[in-house]
């Protein structure tokens, strides 16, 4: 299926099939109001040069050719993705013509155009900018996997946090998903946080929605956060949004980090993602009690550690290989 000629006879190029099959797509993937904006852009371009019109008619051939449900989902294993190239070459008759290929059909459309991992060891920060001009930024210990499709774009937190800063885009959202749940966002400035007893979500400015993923909690399943606000979801559900500082989120950035009455388990985590001599709890059931808030500067740990006991009743031990912190027991009337 080679593309169609123009009235004077010349051949429309790949970029203007692509873009064609980019509004096709958006009429058929996209949100109501978006695909509505698509159709008139699509009816416009094509009256503008008899070029236009040969390349979205190649691109509505493209589209039709690959609708076929063998096509559907062959991206879902290795093998099946490659057994499907194999069926669309075909279907698209054009052998080994891969750079037309990948101007065509709804199989393409559904491949993401980005898709890549991102990871952080201990110690170790990371910012990257997206190609829509977002930009992230991974704190230490932090696993992270990006993939932008054209009518959508995803993060899937591991573990550890990342901080975004979205660029809008009505046509595709932004999505942060964590095995607790899932945040998505228009255009705004937040941080996620997933570890194994839990996920949070602090937002700097702008809004964003949050869904709990389901772990068999009776509890409202979502709620939208504005700036200046953070969300935690743990194996009791969803808890209620409480009030954070803009300035505190993603406060590891610029070498701080900032306690807001965290669980002490939970502050320490935070700390050893940092530490090369690690925090280790003693008796950590009894220290989940504890809550700390305050910032402190990453580069002195020792002081930290150094003051812990004066605020909290705990004690601290340095040993060669770690500090161990451990609860301080009340004593007892007469000793």
């Not at 580069?299 to 500090?323: G, I, K, Q, S």
Request: proline share 5%.
């Amino acid at each position: 299926m080679p593309p169609r000629p123009s009235a004077s006879g010349r051949a429309p190029s790949p970029q203007m099939i692509g873009f064609a099959l980019s509004l096709i797509g958006r009429q058929h993937h996209g949100a109501p109001q978006d695909a509505a904006a698509a159709r008139e852009e699509f009816a416009r371009w094509r009256q503008t040069d008899a070029r236009h019109e040969s390349a979205a008619l190649t691109a509505l051939d493209y589209w039709r050719a690959t609708a076929a449900g063998e096509l559907q989902g062959s991206v879902a294993r290795p093998e099946r993705a490659r057994a499907g190239r194999r069926r669309a070459l075909q279907v698209l008759g054009l052998g080994a013509g891969l750079g037309t290929l990948v101007v065509g059909g709804r199989w393409v459309w559904r491949l993401p155009t980005e898709d890549f991992a991102l990871r952080t060891e201990r110690g170790r920060l990371l910012a990257r900018e997206l190609a829509d001009g977002s930009k992230v930024h991974l704190a230490a210990n932090t696993q992270a996997t990006v993939r932008y499709f054209r009518d959508r774009r995803e993060v899937t937190l591991a573990q550890g946090e990342i901080h975004c800063e979205v660029r809008r885009d009505a046509s595709r959202p932004f999505t942060v998903s964590t095995e607790w749940g899932r945040v998505e966002v228009l255009g705004t400035v937040f941080s996620v946080r997933a570890r194994a007893a839990g996920m949070r979500v602090a937002v700097a400015q702008g809004r964003v929605a949050v869904f709990a993923a389901d772990h068999g909690a009776a509890v409202d399943a979502s709620v939208v956060l504005v700036g200046g606000q953070a969300v935690a979801i743990d194996r009791n559900g969803l808890h209620a949004p409480s009030a954070t500082r803009a300035d505190s989120v993603a406060a590891w950035r610029d070498g701080w980090l900032v306690f807001e009455d965290t669980p002490l388990p939970d502050a320490i985590a935070q700390w050893n993602d940092y530490l090369a001599r690690p925090i280790r709890l003693r008796d950590a059931g009894a220290l989940a009690s504890l809550r700390l808030s305050g910032s402190f500067p990453m580069r002195t740990p020792d002081a930290f550690m150094r003051n812990l006991p004066a605020m909290l009743a705990v004690t601290v031990e340095r040993r060669d290989d770690a500090w161990v912190v451990g609860p301080r027991l009340a004593r007892r009337a007469g000793e």
